[in-house]
């Protein structure tokens, strides 16, 4: 099983980025994907989530309205839209898969990616 996220990188406070997901060695249709981030000094925290089957979605309130996450099922990917970053937003971001619906998240993930650093400067 492989979680490889990439598209982080450094941009200015109101820019996007876009990160991706791609994952290979499960069946992408039976799982949910989250993106989680992990500030320095502070505890990760659950970003969003997406059902790869039905396209249910769940984001923490401090991005909703600025990220969308979406998958290409074809590529087995998820992607991460990221816009009208903030400082708040630097971190190091993570994907994770859960053998279920995404209706336990942040909790149940069993797959991890190894992250893509995200930093935004004021």
């Known amino acids: 099983v492989q979680l490889v996220e990439s598209g982080g990188g450094l941009v200015q406070a109101g820019g996007s980025l876009r990160l991706s997901c791609v994952t290979s060695?499960?069946?992408?249709?039976?799982?949910?994907i989250g993106w989680f981030r992990q500030a320095p000094g502070k505890e990760r925290e659950g970003v969003s989530c997406?059902?790869?089957?039905?396209?249910?979605?769940y984001y923490t309130d401090s991005v909703k309205g600025r990220f969308t996450i979406s998958t290409d099922n074809a590529k087995n990917t998820v992607y991460l839209q990221m816009n009208s970053l903030k400082p708040e937003d630097t971190a190091v971001y993570y994907c994770?898969?859960?053998?279920?619906?995404?209706?336990?998240?942040?909790?149940?993930?069993?797959?991890w990616g190894k992250g893509t650093r995200v930093t935004v400067s004021s």
């Open positions: 997406i059902s790869t089957n039905d396209g249910r979605r």
């Open positions: 994770a898969a859960d053998p279920g619906t995404g209706a336990r998240f942040p909790y149940g993930m069993d797959y």
């Open positions: 060695g499960f069946t992408f249709d039976d799982y949910a």
